[in-house]
Antibody
Framework: QVQLVQSGAEVKKPGASVKVSCKAS????????FSWVRQAPGQGLEWMGW????????DYAQKFQGRVTMTTDTSTTTAYMELRSLRSDDTAVYYC??????????WGQGTLVTVSS | QSALTQPPSASGSPGQSVTISCTGTSSDVGAYNYVSWYQQHPGKAPKLMIYEVSKRPSGVPDRFSGSKSGNTASLTVSGLQAEDEADYYC????????????FGTGTKVTVL
């Protein structure tokens, strides 16, 4: 069965970087892409971007361009999302989701990133 | 790019139906049939309920159905059950450069 298992919660200071991982299993890794979606406390979902696990091509939401990098490692079937220059309003739960054509069919359990001085 | 507009809340008694709207523009909802819907219970990850406007993934009850007219998509939950109480989000591919996908503002469905 398809599973996406994310890394644990992180606490970071403003200006720091965070890198969240998403370990995939149960399917052919390179046949799908990954999107990253975040959810601030009590708020809605926000799409951050996506990466093709086939060729590494990326497409980032304009809001995050220059501050986010998404990568994949086919040898470990893991996707990564790094967000730099963290601010307090980056405090959120970050989800990875498998991108199947134009929708997201499986989601990780979420990783809480707290940005606080 | 603004979020798609959903009503903040909707409710119905067990067995009744509830319909949630998702209003976008000709650059997202109205541009392609790439609208999807996600259910999220408190503290849990979202779950895909509908994709490509009206298709149901395996395992999703046929009580859930989707449709679209112009720039507005809709999700209908028929025969409401207690476990349907959750937040629901629509999503659409957005045709504008570097915008990718946009989510709706979310609707809290309460089963009375």
């Amino acid at each position: 069965q398809v599973q996406l298992v994310q890394s644990g919660a992180e606490v970071k200071k403003p200006g720091a970087s965070v890198k969240v991982s998403c370990k995939a299993s149960g399917y052919t890794f390179t046949s799908y892409g990954f999107s990253w979606v975040r959810q601030a406390p009590g708020q809605g979902l926000e799409w951050m971007g996506w990466i093709s696990a086939y060729n590494g091509n990326t497409d980032y939401a304009q809001k995050f361009q220059g501050r986010v990098t998404m990568t994949t490692d086919t040898s470990t079937t893991t996707a990564y999302m790094e967000l730099r220059s963290l601010r307090s309003d980056d405090t959120a739960v970050y989800y990875c989701a498998r991108k199947a054509w134009y929708y997201f069919d499986y989601w990780g359990q979420g990783t809480l990133v707290t940005v606080s001085s | 790019q603004s979020a798609l507009t959903q009503p903040p809340s909707a409710s119905g008694s067990p067995g009744q139906s509830v319909t949630i709207s998702c209003t976008g523009t000709s650059s997202d909802v109205g541009a392609y049939n790439y609208v999807s819907w996600y259910q999220q219970h408190p503290g849990k990850a979202p779950k895909l309920m509908i994709y490509e406007v009206s298709k149901r993934p395996s395992g999703v009850p046929d009580r859930f159905s989707g449709s679209k007219s112009g720039n507005t998509a809709s999700l209908t939950v028929s025969g409401l059950q207690a476990e349907d109480e959750a937040d629901y989000y629509c999503s659409s591919y957005a045709v504008s450069n570097n915008l990718g996908y946009v989510f709706g503002t979310g609707t809290k469905v309460t089963v009375l």
